[in-house]
Structures are given as C-alpha cells and as structure tokens.
C-alpha cells in the first residue's frame, strides 16, 4: 500500500514540475487541492457535508485528495461521503466559483 501511494505521489509531482512555469490562465495548468473535510462536521460542530462540497466546488481542482471521509458510519447519518460529495459536485456550482475551469469527473472513473 506504502509502494502504491509513493507512486501516486512520485506521479503528481511529476506532473506538477511539468506545469511548474505555466500562468494561471494557461490552459495547461493543474490545480490540485488536498482537503480534510473532518467526517464533515463544520465549525459549529455540526455534520454539515455541504460545506465541504461547496468549498471543492469553489475551488474547482483538477485533482482533490480527500482526507477523514466516511462511509456507512452510523454518526454520520449511515452516507457514503464520497458519493454525496461527487453528487453535490455533479448538482451544480455555488456563487463565487470560477466558471472557466472544468467540473470534477466522477471519482467512480
């Protein structure tokens, strides 16, 4: 599992050198975002997963790597977090993002 995530991170570093010198209006720019959304509790320690996907939805990153995300927890009301936050991607952006860059896939691709 160590091996497999080394290369996953030898790879989108790689990636990220490639596009070192490229302007944020370059096409060929990757943003890439890393989010621990806390099983989706907002500050008022509340489980709110909205929060978590409009923040991704404001930010719009190529790629996002999700930390803390739960699926079937009886706390969090028994959701699969990573479903219900590539559908509440999928359902449309919220006011203030950015819309010249692509939506995010389907992590089930």
């Known amino acids: ?7 996953v991170f030898v790879a ?12 944020a209006d370059d096409a060929s720019t990757v943003t890439v975002m890393t989010f621990n959304i806390q ?10 997963l909205q929060r978590a996907i409009d923040t991704i939805a ?3 990153p ?27 991607l999928k359902a449309g952006k919220p006011k203030g993002s950015r819309s010249s860059r692509r939506r ?6």
Do not use: F, W
Not at 2 to 7: I, K, N
Not at 39 to 48: A, C, E, L, Q, T
């Open 62 to 88: 190529d790629l996002v790597g999700l930390q803390e995300v739960t699926r079937n927890h009886p706390y969090y009301n028994c959701d699969d977090q990573p479903a219900k936050i590539a559908e509440g």
């Open 39 to 48: 099983h989706g509790i907002d500050g008022s320690n509340k489980y709110n």
């Open 12 to 23: 989108c570093a790689a990636m990220l050198a490639a596009h070192a010198g490229a302007r």
């Open 104 to 109: 995010l896939s389907d992590p089930a691709r």
């Open 1 to 7: 599992m160590r091996a497999h995530l080394s290369l």
């Open 58 to 60: 404001k930010v719009q």
